[in-house]
């Protein structure tokens, strides 16, 4: 399971960290997600990260302001979000990935229906 927190209101140019805790599962064998979903939008990828935390891969419109990182030890991904704009506003989503080979790549990463579980969701929105 997967169980995601941190959202919340916040102001533009304003900071949040959400996290995503794993239970009942192998969590330092897993690429881990961030994904993000808008009203009347598809879900969209915002960034990964692979198994030992080396790589890390971000979508443009986030790359340069947000920043995700994971501790094993935890079994917790997360994901720092700075200087932030009305258009992140949307529910966020963890996903874990427990077949990724260590170098999966931007394209492989980036892609939802290479997640095997996620995680509730937790909104993000921002004022103006």
């Known amino acids: 399971q997967l169980q995601a927190s941190g959202g919340g209101l916040v102001q533009a140019g304003g900071s949040l960290r959400l996290s995503c805790a794993a239970s009942?599962?192998?969590?330092?064998?897993?690429?881990m997600g961030w994904f993000r979903q808008a009203p009347g939008k598809e879900r969209e990828f915002v960034a990964a990260?692979?198994?030992?935390?080396?790589?890390?891969y971000y979508s443009d419109s986030v790359k340069g302001r947000f920043t995700i990182s994971r501790d094993n030890a935890k079994k917790t991904v997360y994901l720092q979000m700075n200087s932030l704009k009305l258009e992140d506003t949307a529910v966020y989503y963890c996903?874990?990935?427990?077949?990724?080979?260590?170098?999966?790549?931007?394209?492989?990463?980036?892609?939802?229906?290479?997640?095997?579980?996620w995680g509730q969701g937790t909104q993000v929105t921002v004022s103006s």
């Open positions: 990260i692979s198994r030992n935390g080396v790589s890390t």
């Open positions: 996903a874990a990935d427990q077949n990724a080979i260590l170098t999966a790549g931007l394209s492989y990463s980036s892609r939802p229906e290479n997640y095997d579980y």
């Open positions: 009942g599962r192998t969590f330092s064998r897993d690429l």
